[in-house]
């Protein structure tokens, strides 16, 4: 079973800043399976990022994902208050990260 | 628009079964499938399965096999997801979400639409 680490737990940043988050799968990933999701308090999941890198339908393109093998980002440019949640990265449509919980500084 | 609408809360006790609904609309219902993703109070998303509603493969975790098993009926556009010999620590919130494929892969490329959640309580 691959394993994926999100890095940092826990990210403080203010508006305006840029927000960079780490995902790393304990053994290679094919690019074509990784996604990127949003959660907010009481919501469900939202896709941002499929395929590493391609946006899901109606993401602002402030969400960025790159990466490839073990090593992979998701990049918001310019937060917006609205971008303050949990991002979970997930594999082969299957396991999850633990999460990385981005709040206002 | 596609919807994904869940059956509503249920509470069980130790040993007994559940048996969630997700019911699809607003597409065509064989040209995707469905994922089951649940979440303990406090806690991260915990995948436990996927079925193709186009061939009714499945997908399931590991820690899971043998307690789940996942379902469609695609003359009422519905899935379903049961667990058996719940546990306390099956307490949690249940999504449906729609899964997609692209070019015949045998893994979904992700889920890019989710019912509103269903909370099991598993209590004596």
């Known amino acids: 079973e691959i394993v994926l680490t999100q890095s940092p737990g826990t990210l403080s940043l203010s508006p305006g800043e840029r927000a960079t988050l780490s995902c790393r799968a304990s053994q290679s990933v094919s690019s074509s399976y990784l996604a990127w999701y949003q959660q907010k308090p009481g919501q469900a999941p939202r896709l941002l990022i499929y395929?590493?890198?391609s946006r899901a339908t109606g993401i602002p393109d402030r969400f960025s994902g790159s990466g490839s093998g073990t090593d992979f980002t998701l990049t918001i440019s310019r937060l917006e208050p609205e971008d303050f949640a949990v991002y979970y990265c997930?594999?082969?449509?299957?396991?999850f990260g633990q999460g990385t919980k981005l709040e206002i500084k | 628009q596609v919807q994904l609408v869940q059956s509503g809360a249920e509470v069980k006790k130790p040993g007994a079964s559940v048996k969630v609904s997700c019911k699809a609309s607003?597409?065509?219902?064989?040209?995707?499938?469905f994922s089951w993703v649940r979440q303990a109070p406090g806690q991260g998303l915990e995948w436990m399965g996927w079925?193709?509603?186009?061939?009714?493969?499945?997908n399931y975790a590991q820690k899971l096999q043998g307690r789940v098993t996942m379902t469609t009926d695609t003359s009422t556009s519905t899935a379903y997801m049961e667990l058996t010999s719940l546990r306390s620590d099956d307490t949690a919130v249940y999504y449906c979400?729609?899964?997609?494929?692209?070019?015949?892969?045998?893994?979904?490329?992700?889920?890019?639409?989710w019912g509103q959640g269903t909370l099991v309580t598993v209590s004596s």
């Open positions: 607003g597409y065509t219902f064989t040209f995707y499938g």
């Open positions: 979400a729609r899964a997609f494929w692209s070019r015949g892969d045998y893994h979904p490329n992700g889920f890019d639409y």
């Open positions: 997930q594999q082969y449509g299957s396991y």
């Open positions: 079925i193709s509603a186009y061939n009714g493969n499945t």
């Open positions: 395929g590493a890198s």
